[in-house]
């Protein structure tokens, strides 16, 4: 045998040790836990194995695990039921409906009634038209497997020519854009393909999903290619696969078997899809996240001198936290926002003036600033004591702290202890449980919101405002002086 085998096994465990390191990260930052759930719909023993199998993985690698069984005549209705109520589980970041289902279901309306956001396994359109389009959004598993199967192998893609024979919506469509991405050269066959062997002859890639047993010969193959065998079709008691696999271990440089090929690793790609929805659940990935604060007005420094620092920030994609509506009222807040595009406020007390309420303390009224705030969802952070120390309120009893959180802004405390107004964590914790009744479950939602409002480590955001932050912008106003204009 000339080729190196491709292990579904090993391509799994490769991946499975980056989410682990990436779970452990996020629980840190967040204690967020990823929580994957399956629906299942009768006892297809095949769909049964595999779902008891993804159960047992997910468990293993610290996933909150969850399995929805129905019975095989369950309703169309009850089963878009069980998926409207995961896609409102908070707890539930990814999920997918096993396949195939009875046939009084049409697997299309089941499928699209996904919330796009926990499509763990990338089959919904809006996902696929993401992958068109080039967007992010969550790769069909079945495809992304074989994405990291030809990783595995380090071998270049780019310039490289894949021939994919098998063009089914979880299969060759989604796997030929992922190819392309990462510039290859795509040829898609199916069926109706005119002198399949020549085409896969010129393959540097080729990737059989057919179902049909050894369709793929020995001469087929260019020698030193990566032929990678998709199709799982049982013959007798055994699972065969697309490819001849003793003929084409002789001329190909990778091969996969079957089974042990792609298999093992599409329950993996399930979980790396969960964990990345997961993580952008809590809007600490991807984003670039910082919070820290460029005093606004308040502090001194108007928000218009700054807009070079905020254009800089903004292109670095961080986060931007603005203390603002204390002294200057919600003017500053609006400054804020549409100045220096802050991404969460602080204090923001203020805003309170924008808002008209009975009185029992119920909004009756928003202006435009506050009903804007409460439509963005942008977080306010309170920092109650520090609110009185700078005498934005007269007295912490008469803090509208309790009455944003109960008109459902999206207000957290204070993250940060405060030197100035010597005011900590826990005072601010205590201060709101003992002054305004917040219970632990109120606690709980605080956290969630801080946490949702994105923010790093103290020591890391240190870390980004001295070494990159600070230093780009300094870089930066010397690129401007240096202008002769
Ligand atoms: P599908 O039936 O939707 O598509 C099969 C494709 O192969 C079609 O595009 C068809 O045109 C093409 N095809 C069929 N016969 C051909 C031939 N003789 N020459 C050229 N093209 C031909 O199937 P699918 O859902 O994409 O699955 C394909 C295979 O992959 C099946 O064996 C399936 O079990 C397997 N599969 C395995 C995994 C896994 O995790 N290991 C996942 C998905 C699919």
Redesign the pocket.
């Known amino acids: 045998m000339t080729a190196k085998l491709i292990k579904g096994d090993e391509v799994a465990n490769k991946v499975r040790m980056e989410i682990s390191a990436e779970l452990k990260d996020l629980y840190e930052k967040t204690d967020q836990v990823p929580g994957l759930a399956v629906v299942i719909v009768g006892e297809n023993p095949a769909s049964l194995s595999y779902v008891i199998n993804k159960e047992k993985q997910s468990k293993k690698l610290g996933f909150n695990s969850e399995v929805y069984r129905l019975p095989a005549d369950a309703s169309e209705e009850k089963i878009l039921k069980v998926i409207q109520q995961l896609n409102e589980d908070d707890k539930i970041h990814g999920f997918m409906v096993q396949l195939p289902l009875p046939e009084h279901v049409d697997e299309k309306v089941i499928i699209d009634a996904i919330d796009p956001e926990k499509d763990a396994e990338g089959t919904h359109p809006i996902n696929m038209g993401k992958l068109f389009s080039d967007e992010k959004g969550y790769p069909a598993c079945?495809a992304y497997?074989i994405m990291q199967m030809i990783e595995f192998t380090r071998q270049p893609v780019y310039g490289k020519t894949a021939v994919l024979?098998?063009?089914?919506?979880?299969?060759?469509k989604p796997l030929s854009l992922l190819l392309l991405r990462r510039n290859a050269s795509i040829s898609i066959?199916?069926?109706?393909?005119n002198d399949?062997p020549e085409i896969c002859r010129e393959a540097d890639i080729l990737i059989s999903?057919?179902?049909?047993p050894e369709?793929v010969r020995g001469d087929w193959v260019k020698p030193g290619a990566i032929v990678i065998d998709?199709?799982?079709?049982p013959v007798g008691d055994k699972l065969t696969g697309?490819v001849a696999f003793e003929e084409v271990k002789e001329i190909a440089g990778w091969v996969s078997p079957?089974p042990g090929?792609?298999?093992p690793?599409?329950i993996t790609m399930l979980m790396k899809n969960t964990l990345e929805a997961a993580e952008l659940a809590v809007g600490f990935r991807n984003q670039g996240v910082v919070g820290f604060d460029l005093a606004g007005e308040e502090g001194g420094y108007p928000p218009k001198k700054h807009i070079d620092a905020f254009q800089y920030i903004k292109e670095k994609n961080f986060h931007i936290t603005i203390h603002a509506g204390e002294a200057f009222g919600k003017e500053s807040i609006w400054q804020a926002i549409q100045i220096c595009g802050a991404h969460r406020i602080g204090h923001a007390t203020r805003l309170i003036e924008d808002m008209v309420f009975d009185k029992n303390g119920n909004i009756i009224a928003l202006g435009e600033l506050a009903q804007y705030i409460l439509d963005t969802r942008l977080p306010l952070e309170i920092c109650l004591l520090s609110n009185v120390h700078t005498g934005a309120v007269d007295k912490i009893e008469n803090h509208p702290f309790i009455k944003l959180y109960k008109s459902k802004f999206r207000v957290f405390l204070n993250t940060d202890d405060r030197l100035m107004s010597d005011t900590t964590l826990t005072k601010e914790y205590l201060t709101a449980s003992e002054l305004f009744g917040i219970n632990l479950d109120d606690i709980e939602k605080l956290n969630i919101n801080a946490m949702k409002s994105s923010f790093l480590k103290h020591t890391e955001r240190l870390e980004y405002i001295y070494k990159i932050i600070k230093p780009g912008y300094q870089k930066m106003r010397e690129n401007l002086l240096s202008l002769k204009i």
């Open positions: 079945t497997s024979i098998g063009r089914s919506n979880i299969v060759g066959c199916h069926s109706y393909t399949l999903a057919s179902g049909k369709l998709v199709g799982v079709t697309d079957v090929g792609v298999g690793i599409t």
